[in-house]
């Protein structure tokens, strides 16, 4: 596959081990390491190696019940929104890779300002996040893929610190596709964004000056996350049963009901914060 941009435009070292894991993961690899989506492991081996020293020494990342993840298979992990950007995804992401066996690429919908960035959009097509739109979205999910999915959109990572572990309204397009595509719904609850990144304002102005939705706003000014504990719950897998052209209020009718499992685990994660629940009697069957 010819590349556009070399490889070593982007100087990122790579961890042996990290590559040799990058290497496990189950996608049919042609012998030049790359898949029919044109995703490069020698990419997905640095971006893990980056990821691996955020993950493992910058911030303190708890992760529960990623038994409930199937290990091979179609699967749509839908969660909340947490920070001012994408923090959450970042590590669900690195989640997947360094606590499963054999590891998982975690697949996102990227927001659709990304592709107007030349560089980062060639980029994030290397290590697997696609343009979100629905064609993406169920290609990847027939073929077996594990697709992450953030229902809330854009309005879940503005939210300001006072509202950071609240859930905005969700769309309902995750519904439809799960539905379509016969794939199993992992909730997963995000905690501690909003501490890493405590926003206190979006510049919506400057954002649409520089092309994305908004510049989250710290009280130190820029949004450079700070050290802190971050928590991700993995739910039991929910099975919806129906058709992608139920009524509206039958598909909402499903929305509640993974934003209501979404909304349990965001409580249990803070009452493990506050000393008020212990890790193991943790609900995430």
Do not use: C
């Not at 029919?36 to 081996?45: K, S, V, W």
């Not at 060639?122 to 594990?146: C, H, K, M, Y």
């Not at 992450?148 to 905005?168: H, I, M, N, Q």
């Amino acid at each position: 596959m010819r590349r556009l941009i070399p490889a070593s435009f982007i100087p990122l070292p790579t961890n042996p081990a990290v590559a040799q894991r990058t290497s496990r993961i189950e996608l049919p690899w042609n012998r030049h390491g790359v898949d029919p989506y044109g995703i490069d492991q020698r990419e997905l081996a640095r971006l893990y190696t980056l990821l691996g020293f955020f993950y493992h020494r910058y911030f303190d990342v708890k992760v529960y019940g990623t038994e409930n993840i199937p290990p091979r298979g179609r699967a749509m992990l839908v969660g909340n929104h947490s920070g001012g950007w994408a923090l959450d995804a970042v590590m669900v992401i690195a989640s997947l890779f360094f606590e499963r066996d054999p590891p998982r690429l975690g697949q996102g919908m990227a927001e659709k300002f990304i592709q107007r960035m030349p560089f980062l959009a060639w980029f994030t097509s290397l290590i697997g996040q696609f343009l979100g739109i629905p064609e993406n979205a169920v290609r990847l999910l027939e073929d077996e893929r594990l697709l992450l999915v953030f229902p809330e959109g854009a309005r879940g990572t503005a939210k300001l610190y006072r509202d950071r572990d609240s859930l905005v309204g969700f769309g309902t397009g995750f519904v439809r596709l799960a539905l379509q595509t016969k794939s199993p719904i992992v909730p997963f609850a995000f905690v501690g964004g909003g501490e890493a990144i405590p926003t206190v304002a979006n510049l919506y102005g400057l954002g649409r000056f520089f092309g994305v939705p908004y510049i989250p706003v710290t009280p130190w000014g820029a949004a450079i996350p700070l050290p802190v504990t971050l928590q991700i719950l993995y739910g039991a897998p929910i099975i919806l049963e129906g058709s992608p052209d139920d009524t509206d209020d039958v598909i909402v009718g499903h929305v509640e009901r993974v934003k209501r499992r979404i909304a349990a685990l965001i409580v249990q994660a803070r009452e493990v914060r506050d000393g008020k629940r212990r890790e193991s009697d943790l609900e995430l069957g």
